[in-house]
Structures are given as C-alpha cells and as structure tokens.
C-alpha cells in the first residue's frame, strides 16, 4: 500500500467520522482544537489575501534571522499549557481565513457543486478537503495535528453548510 492509499484511506476516515459527529460538536471546542494544533507545530493561518498558501509558520519563530533563539521560543511554546481562549481565537482566525481563501476553490468546482446538489455530502468533503489542503502541501493526514485540523474543517463545514458557504440556496 502506498502513501497516496494511506492518505485516502485517512481522509475517508476523517469524513466519515465527521459527518457521523458533527451535531455533537461544539464550534468553541473545535476552534480550540484547530488553534492549539496551530499552535503545537509552529504555525499560524496565513492572512495575506494575495497569497495561496493557507498556513505559514507564526511571526515569532524567525529559523533565518535567529535559529537558536526562535528554537529556544518555539519549544517553550509548544511545551507549555495552551491557554483555551487563545487557541479558541486562533482557531476561529484560522477559520475566517479559511473561508476567505477557500472559497473560490469550493464554490468555483462544479464537480463539488454537483456533489453538494445531488445530496452527495460525503463525496463532496473529500473532494473538497483533497482540492485545499493537499494542493497546499498539507497531505501528511497521519500527523496528529493534521487530522485534528482537518477533522475540525469537515465539522464547522457541516456545521456551515457547504451551501450557504457558496450561497447555492440562493442559486
């Protein structure tokens, strides 16, 4: 078995799980736990609107300018206890962001757009979390924070709707 089925294999889970969670999940926690993901690996939703990239590493850890000092802060950071507030909030910056730069990828694919019409919820997630996170070179489903960041998106998309995500109720 290959990466690329680990990865599919993964992502199928994670939906999966998501869409037989999401009435139970509470957006608060899921913020909290994208956030304090964020947080543990160093990086931060990247809020340049001309950029594709939807995640860069935070301000502070600077590895060019001061490789021994942003390592030192970078450990200390992620050893210490993450205050719930701040994650939350970075959690709910990360999905602000998210939505903004996503959304043409989501709502401009008329393969998903089919999917979300024809009631194919499931099909449309994968397609849609492929189409974003992979493209952005986070494919690495494996890793902890990876997963919890993008089983918290396929959550607070069901939680959003895809739909007035892209406002096709409107259509």
Request: proline share 3%; aromatic share 6%.
């Amino acid at each position: 078995m290959d990466s690329t089925e680990i990865d599919k294999n993964r992502l199928n889970a994670l939906v999966n799980e998501a869409v037989q969670n999401y009435d139970d999940a509470d957006k608060k926690n899921i913020y909290g736990e994208i956030g304090a993901s964020l947080i543990s690996m160093g990086l931060e939703a990247d809020g340049d609107v001309k950029s594709k990239c939807l995640l860069k590493p935070q301000e502070s850890f600077d590895f060019k300018k001061e490789p021994l000092n942003s390592r030192k802060l970078f450990v200390d950071t992620i050893s210490r206890e993450i205050p719930a507030e701040s994650a939350e909030e970075i959690g709910k910056n990360f999905w602000e962001i998210f939505k903004k730069k996503t959304k043409s990828y989501i709502c401009g694919n008329e393969g998903i757009i089919k999917l979300i019409k024809d009631g194919k919820v499931n099909e449309a997630l994968k397609s849609t979390i492929t189409l974003i996170l992979i493209p952005m070179g986070i494919c690495g489903l494996w890793i902890p924070a990876i997963a919890t960041i993008t089983s918290g998106i396929l959550i607070l998309l069901l939680k959003s709707g895809i739909e007035s995500l892209c406002s096709l109720n409107n259509a």
